[in-house]
């Protein structure tokens, strides 16, 4: 076991409110910086005690909070490769703690804490998966814990642990995105009744639909890994779901065999050659055909189906090329035939795609057409017209989706990719469409290169007296609301911003039905989503143009200003910073910018910095456009130069 909590490069950066090229200058220009204690030449570790002495006796600013602490702690338990053990043994204590509190405070006083503590968390949390050999409690770890729950609740306190977590693995996880996430649950889930997640993760996906749901939904999980699977069902229980959640390897030990779920999301691990192909050969849920040894995701797809309900939803994240390779196409072909596979989005050029399924209900027509959307398009076009294509197949989907005819899917290959399915046009049609592209594109990139500004260089980083988010708040400069998890969709005629909506620029396109906790957005707020987008409304701003107010959308969190003693543009621009060092995972729950470092400076300079950073946020909105306007502009031209539409230009000589 380490002696001391540890400290990474980024951890300092993070605690001093610099960058990391700031950390790596403070190593090579003083003497006095801490050595390291452990890590990598590459990746050292320092002790956090000698860190914080020395930023202290050097003058540095810094802010060592409770959940920092309590991080650090953990993680100086074992060695990193134990992490989601630790991680996961922290998840028990704390859902202790959250369903025991009483039993906690006896035990705290006692002074054979370390010996009662196992049983204690163990008889609070027999509902959970339990890890092999889990190291011992450390009692100073646990008190540090049950002091970050008490400032902030059980279940954010232990998402901030899983989104240090996520930071630490980031090469190991793979997580789907939040706004992924989000829309699967949109597309499949019912109001209510049960959801499965056979490959559930550390639960992204069934938080997701706990949040779409609430008390109404039943929740079943399954994962390989130990660790993840106790971790999932931490954080569903410590919000108060219905969930279920065992560890183990779904195709080889299908832990739910009798289930017939309402509706399964699942993301899958990708190119897994070990699925079990050998001893699965004669499996009955190959109902579509065996899935060959290195196609382990049509595996995952028919074990997904054969898991809901008849009439029931699947929506599974697959790697682009499978809806391709030669290999998969026999399953590919009798999904389709038997109207099994009903849509597919490809959510980027490189992948992943969002397959959606229906279990096919006994004597039920298949439809004559898929859905598709392309990555021009993606989500948003699919969750436009999916509602309408998925009750009547055979209507012509409006906007970007499109349907296509399955018999035109049902050849030698069965290449199910959307961009091949994409309309063909005219050629002058093309032609013009591109000429345009290539003129949006010229004055975008004119109109950022006047934009891009000038800021004056600093020859010494000027060190200014620094506060938070949380003590202005405390002050009054600054009110924080919040949005519900989950609003009433049913009925709603209120129109709600959503986090993709404050990524584009654009108007709001939810839709709410009145409820408790609802937050009206005005001019001036200031709007973060947690992947660090953030946006000041100002009274011309399209999100705020539809009569009768606007709604503050689910994950969003709006920062409204005293304007007379906080300028809106200065506060926005060290959110976007604060964003920038400390990124929030997705899946890890909503950003938390209360720690965000301000500095203290008279309105006059808050004003200052204020338009800088417009400038900066305007220069970034238009980085975007110009590059979705680019990514338009190569496929037009590699479409036009394939169909003969366009040509190259003529060589001289």
């Not at 996906?205 to 929740?219: I, M, N």
């Not at 699919?382 to 197949?393: C, I």
């Amino acid at each position: 076991m380490k002696s001391d909590a540890t400290v990474n490069a980024g951890d300092i950066a993070r605690l001093a409110g610099v960058g990391r090229a700031a950390v790596s200058n403070w190593r090579r220009r003083y003497d006095n910086f801490p050595r390291p204690v452990g890590g990598t030449a590459t990746n050292p570790e320092f002790a956090l005690h000698e860190v914080e002495d020395w930023l202290r006796k050097t003058g540095k600013v810094f802010q060592v909070s409770l959940g920092e602490r309590a991080w650090q702690r953990l993680r100086a338990q074992d060695d990193d490769l134990r992490l989601g053990d630790l991680l996961a043994q922290a998840g028990a204590f704390i859902l202790y703690l959250h369903r025991d509190a009483a039993g906690w405070r006896r035990l705290a006083a006692r002074g054979d804490l370390a010996e009662r503590l196992p049983a204690a968390v163990a008889a609070a949390t027999s509902d959970l998966p339990h890890l092999p050999e889990p190291p011992p409690y450390d009692p100073e770890t646990a008190r540090t814990l049950a002091e970050l729950v008490a400032e902030r609740g059980a279940a954010e306190a232990f998402e901030l642990l899983c989104e240090r977590y996520a930071e630490a693995h980031s090469r190991r996880l793979d997580t789907t995105r939040a706004e992924v996430a989000e829309a699967m649950i949109r597309l499949v889930v019912p109001d209510g009744g049960t959801v499965l997640d056979p490959a559930c993760g550390m639960g992204t996906l069934l938080l997701a639909g706990h949040a779409h749901t609430g008390s109404a939904g039943r929740f079943l999980g399954q994962d390989v890994s130990r660790s993840a699977a106790l971790i999932a069902a931490v954080r569903l229980l410590l919000r108060g779901a219905h969930a279920e959640i065992i560890s183990g390897d779904s195709l080889r030990c299908d832990a739910f065999p009798e289930a017939q779920a309402d509706a399964v999301v699942c993301h899958p691990p990708f190119n897994d050659r070990a699925w079990g192909f050998e001893e699965l050969t004669g499996d009955p849920r190959w109902e579509y055909g065996l899935p060959p040894r290195g196609e382990s995701e049509l595996a995952w797809v028919q074990h997904c189906l054969a898991r809901v309900r008849p009439g029931g939803a699947v929506a599974i994240l697959m790697p682009s090329a499978a809806a391709s390779r030669r290999s998969g196409r026999r399953v590919r072909a009798n999904l389709l035939r038997a109207g099994a596979l009903r849509a597919i989005a490809a959510l980027s050029p490189t992948g992943p795609d969002l397959w959606l399924l229906r279990r096919p209900e006994a004597g039920e027509q298949p439809p004559s057409r898929l859905l598709m959307a392309d990555a021009g398009a993606g989500l948003s076009a699919l969750e436009a017209s999916w509602p309408a294509f998925s009750r009547a197949p055979e209507t012509e989907p409006s906007g970007p989706a499109r349907g296509v005819r399955i018999i035109d899917l049902l050849d030698d290959e069965v290449d199910l990719r959307p961009a091949r399915h994409r309309p063909r046009r005219s050629g002058p049609e093309l032609s013009r469409e591109f000429a345009a592209a290539r003129e949006r594109l010229r004055a975008s990139a004119e109109a950022l290169s006047a934009a891009s500004g000038r800021l004056a260089m600093e020859p010494d980083r000027r060190e200014q007296p620094m506060t938070s988010v949380a003590e202005l708040a405390k002050a009054g400069l600054v009110t924080i609301h919040q949005a519900p998890f989950r609003f009433a969709a049913d009925g709603g005629e209120l129109p709600v911003l959503t986090a993709a909506d404050l990524a584009s620029g654009g108007p709001p396109s939810g839709r709410a039905a009145p409820g408790r906790g609802m937050v009206a957005l005005a001019p001036g707020d200031v709007v973060l989503a947690p992947s660090g987008t953030v946006r000041v409304l100002a009274a011309d701003d399209p999100a705020l143009g539809s009569p009768g107010g606007v709604m503050l959308g689910p994950q969003l969190t709006a920062y409204r200003v005293d304007a007379e003693r906080l300028d809106p543009y200065f506060l926005a621009g060290f959110l976007r910073f604060a964003s920038v060092l400390t990124p929030t995972r997705p899946g890890t729950g909503r950003a938390d910018a209360r720690r965000a470092r301000i500095p203290r400076l008279p309105l006059p300079e808050q004003r200052a910095y204020g338009a800088a950073f417009r400038d900066l946020l305007a220069l970034e909105d238009g980085l975007r456009q110009t590059a979705a306007l680019g990514e338009t502009l190569v496929r037009l031209g590699f479409e036009g130069l394939a169909d003969g539409h366009l040509r190259p230009p003529a060589r001289e000589g």
